[in-house]
């Protein structure tokens, strides 16, 4: 099985604008066409109601003129879409680059203020561990004095 190759803008609103060609013909599009301008990727019911439009007997040529200026019209209107779909996939994303990069930034200070908050917490120690054997030693020297009673 095939994976279908997804389609740029700018092939979708080729193809779109192909159909402006055919609005005037009373035959369908061969395989052999469809296959070349991609329009398989058309849904089944869409292309129905195009034949239909294109085959009807009852449209006057001046029906046929407004439905040509309607579809023309939609086509501007999908291909303007499609350029603000653009746009808007572009910046979000600069905001998922943006946000990604301020997580990283965050996620680096964060790991740099545990690694000097555990750092100071050493230092703390060891203050208190320096301390804890000033006053031993003060205890003792004043053990050894009260010991021989110097005055």
Do not use: W
Not at 98 to 111: G, H, Q, T
Not at 140 to 145: M, N, V
């Amino acid at each position: 099985m095939r994976s279908q190759q997804t389609q740029t803008p700018e092939q979708i609103i080729y193809i779109l604008r192909s159909f402006k060609s055919y609005m005037g013909k009373t035959h369908s599009m061969s395989p052999q066409t469809r296959c070349q301008t991609c329009v398989q990727t058309v849904k089944k019911e869409s292309k129905q109601n195009f034949d239909c439009l294109l085959k009807s007997p009852i449209l006057n040529i001046e029906e046929q003129e407004l439905g040509q200026e309607g579809v023309e019209k939609k086509i501007e209107l999908l291909s303007n879409q499609i350029r603000n779909m653009q746009m808007k996939q572009e910046e979000l994303e600069n905001q998922h680059y943006k946000l990604r990069k301020n997580v990283k930034r965050l996620n680096v200070e964060k790991k740099y203020e545990l690694q000097e908050r555990s750092q100071m917490i050493k230092k703390l120690d060891y203050m208190i561990e320096i301390q804890t054997k000033q006053e031993d030693n003060l205890n003792q020297l004043k053990q050894l004095f009260a010991s021989r009673k110097i005055i």
